[in-house]
């Protein structure tokens, strides 16, 4: 099949993060998601997890809720929820910020935004490695991917910024100035687009799903059990790396 006959493939990427980037007052922060290769499994999962909240609805203290967030549910119904969602690919970062250049990082709102998305991109770049290693995406072929984030996250120009800053890392590549470091592509060969929208996780049973899954890797990093939740997931990075050069 040539390039032109291939079909776009679409990939989602449902996203939440948990924890404050404060150093001073915490020391993790973590985002954590699902990753879908097709609209018929996230369907399902859409489906499955609104089933899911519907049952605990029934419960008295949940009746009155606007939506069902990982810090209002009692652990063994949050454990649940996280249950469900493992028959899906899940993917977290985790930043731990007493490794950080403290100056640089928190220099202010911009360096900790810029920081962020950094660290967000680089990390779905981990996700993609392993697609392509399991051959879930093909070298050269077109993708479309659509990244849903909860829309606390966002700030100005935040959508614009992170759209491109993702492209360019999966499709350009990107130079570190400072450091003369290439950071190589991995779909230079394909055809690739990229949307980022920020959306009100009352209305996304999927976004909700993601805060389920970054509140228990802020749970498993507080208490020192990363490697449960690196077991639990497809994709499991944490940074900074002793290789980082950022």
């Known amino acids: 099949m040539t390039k032109e006959m291939m079909f776009s493939v679409d990939i989602y990427v449902y996203s939440d993060e948990s924890g404050v980037f404060d150093y001073k007052h915490r020391k993790y922060f973590v985002?954590?998601?699902l990753l879908f290769i097709d609209k018929m499994t996230r369907d399902e999962a859409i489906r499955r997890y609104r089933s899911a909240e519907q049952n605990f609805r029934k419960k008295a203290k949940y009746k009155n809720l606007p939506e069902l967030k990982a810090s209002k549910l009692a652990p063994d119904d949050r454990r649940d929820l996280f249950k469900l969602t493992s028959c899906y690919d899940r993917f977290v970062f985790v930043i731990n910020m007493n490794a950080l250049d403290k100056r640089k990082t928190f220099a202010d709102k911009h360096s900790k935004n810029r920081y962020l998305d950094w660290a967000y991109k680089v990390g779905l770049k981990k996700v993609f490695q392993s697609l392509i290693e399991r051959g879930s995406i093909l070298r050269g072929e077109p993708v479309t991917l659509h990244c849903f984030i909860d829309e606390h996250s966002t700030?100005?120009?935040?959508?614009?910024?992170?759209?491109?800053?993702?492209?360019?890392?999966?499709?350009e590549g990107t130079?570190?100035?400072?450091?003369?470091v290439f950071h190589k592509p991995i779909l230079h060969d394909s055809e690739l687009e990229v949307t980022v929208k920020y959306v009100n996780s009352e209305c996304n049973e999927l976004i909700r799903a993601a805060d389920i899954i970054a509140?228990?890797?802020?749970?498993?990093?507080?208490?020192?059990?990363?490697y449960k939740i690196a077991s639990d997931t497809m994709c499991f990075r944490l940074f900074p790396t002793d290789k980082e050069i950022f």
């Open 175 to 180: 130079l570190n100035y400072r450091y003369d």
């Open 31 to 33: 985002y954590g998601g």
């Open 155 to 171: 700030a100005t120009n935040g959508i614009y910024d992170l759209k491109n800053a993702i492209y360019h890392e999966f499709h």
């Open 215 to 226: 509140n228990r890797a802020l749970f498993e990093a507080e208490n020192n059990a990363l």
